[in-house]
Structure formats: structure tokens, C-alpha cells
């Protein structure tokens, strides 16, 4: 099983492409085919189809056949435990490290200080 982190991170990355966010926005609340998708989005059905399997990997939409065509639409209960894992994440009453699924010595590492340059 995936830790926290990792899930919240495999999110991001799938709706990390404009293209894709675009489509969670279309398919909110309706299931479109492929077809339907490229014509609103003015991209190929090839490209679609690649976005759509990035989406259904991550888990954010889930694929129904119908007769000829497969429709697409989201995966309600899977955007409600990333977000639900999003807040945990962000909630600053939690503290730094709680939470986070990482482990917290409270000690702060400093960044490397850059060089001067001297002209």
C-alpha cells in the first residue's frame, strides 16, 4: 500500500498537464466519450485517449463501456480521500511534521549559501 505522500504525489503528477485538468473540469458531473472530449478540447482522439490513461492510472476517472463507445467520468470517491489527504497535509494545526508521513528530528537544515561573485 502507497504511503499518504506517495498517493497525494501520484495526484499531483497526473494533473500536473494543462490538458489534463482541462478534462477533470469537463467531466465534472457528466461521463464524456473520447470523441466528445477532443472536440471540446480541439486536441486528436490519440491524444485524449494518452491523457485519459495517465488520469485512469492515477485513479481520478474511471472508464464505462457503452454499446460502441467507452464514456469516462471522474472517480468521486478517490478525489474526496486526495482531498481529504490534501487538508490533513496543508491543516497547519497539525504541526510540521505530523502528518506528513515522514519523520521530524526539529532540527532545520540550512540551504548551501551561494557564492559571491564579485565583479
Same mark, same amino acid.
Given at each position: 500500500m502507497m504511503d499518504p505522500t506517495g498517493r497525494l504525489a501520484r495526484f499531483?503528477?497526473? =494533473?500536473?498537464?494543462? /490538458?489534463? =485538468?482541462?478534462?477533470?473540469?469537463?467531466?465534472? %458531473?457528466?461521463?464524456?466519450?473520447?470523441?466528445?472530449?477532443? %472536440?471540446?478540447?480541439?486536441? /486528436?482522439? %490519440?491524444?485524449?485517449?494518452?491523457? =485519459?490513461?495517465?488520469?485512469?492510472?492515477?485513479?481520478?476517472?474511471?472508464?464505462?463501456?457503452?454499446g460502441y463507445f467507452v464514456h469516462y467520468r471522474l472517480n468521486e470517491d478517490a478525489l474526496a480521500a486526495w482531498r481529504q489527504e490534501m487538508e490533513k497535509l496543508l491543516d497547519v494545526k497539525q504541526g510540521p511534521c505530523q502528518g506528513a508521513g515522514t519523520k521530524c528530528t526539529g532540527k532545520r537544515r540550512r540551504a548551501k549559501a551561494s557564492r559571491d561573485v564579485r565583479t
Amino acid at each position: 500500500m502507497m504511503d499518504p505522500t506517495g498517493r497525494l504525489a501520484r495526484f499531483a503528477q497526473a =494533473l500536473a498537464a494543462p /490538458t489534463r =485538468l482541462r478534462i477533470v473540469a469537463l467531466l465534472r %458531473g457528466r461521463a464524456l466519450c473520447v470523441n466528445a472530449l477532443a %472536440g471540446q478540447l480541439d486536441v /486528436t482522439q %490519440g491524444a485524449v485517449s494518452q491523457h =485519459l490513461r495517465v488520469l485512469r492510472d492515477a485513479g481520478i476517472v474511471v472508464s464505462e463501456k457503452r454499446g460502441y463507445f467507452v464514456h469516462y467520468r471522474l472517480n468521486e470517491d478517490a478525489l474526496a480521500a486526495w482531498r481529504q489527504e490534501m487538508e490533513k497535509l496543508l491543516d497547519v494545526k497539525q504541526g510540521p511534521c505530523q502528518g506528513a508521513g515522514t519523520k521530524c528530528t526539529g532540527k532545520r537544515r540550512r540551504a548551501k549559501a551561494s557564492r559571491d561573485v564579485r565583479t
